[in-house]
C-alpha cells in the first residue's frame, strides 16, 4: 500500500487522513477475507476430496459446501469464546 | 509513511489497527488448529461434541500461551526486579 501519497512534507488534511484510514480498513477486511477463503479451501479440499476424479461431483460439492458452514461455525465460535476469555482476564486485572 | 505516521492521530489508528489485527490473526490460528484436533466430517451443523472441543481447545490453547509467558517471566525480569508487578493474560498483549 502507497503511505506516501498526499503532500510531500506538508500536514495531512483531515479529508485525506479519514481517507487513508478507510482504505486501509478496506485492506485489512479483504486481507481477512482471502485468510478465510484460502484455509477454507485447503482444509474443505482435504476433508472432501480424496481421490480427484475429472470433474467435481455432485457429492464432493455437498460436502464441500457443509464443510465451509462448518468453518465458518468454528471460527465464529472460536472468536467468541475468546472474546469472552478476553473479557473475563482484563476485568480480573482491572 | 514516515510522514502519515507522524500524526498522533493516524498513529493511534495504525496502533488501534495493529492490535485489532493480532486478535483476528490469533483467531484465524486458532480456528485451524482447533478444526484439526475437533472436526470429524463435516455433517449438517456442529455437533455439540464439536463444540465443546472447540471451545476447550481456545481456552487450553490461551492457557498454554499465558504459561509459557509467566514461566519466562521471572527470567525476562532478572532476579533483582522482583516487585515488578507480575503479569498476566499474556495473550492481550502479545
Known sequence: ?94 | MSAALQDPYVRRFVNQETQKQRFHGLIHEMTDRCWEACMGNPSTKLDSKTENCIKNCVDRFLDTSNFVVNRLEPMRAGPSASSQPKSSGSFLYN
Open chain 1, 1 to 94: 500500500m502507497d503511505f506516501s501519497s498526499g503532500p510531500p512534507g506538508g500536514k495531512m488534511d483531515s479529508a485525506s487522513k479519514e481517507q487513508l484510514m478507510s482504505q486501509v480498513k478496506q485492506q485489512i477486511a479483504l486481507a481477512n477475507a482471502q485468510e478465510l477463503l484460502q484455509k477454507m479451501s485447503e482444509k474443505c479440499y482435504k476433508k472432501c476430496i480424496s481421490k480427484p476424479g475429472t470433474t467435481l461431483d455432485n457429492s464432493e460439492q455437498k460436502c464441500i459446501a457443509m464443510c465451509m458452514d462448518r468453518y465458518m461455525d468454528t471460527w465464529n465460535l472460536v472468536s467468541r469464546v475468546y472474546g469472552q476469555r478476553l473479557q473475563r482476564e482484563s476485568s480480573r486485572m482491572s
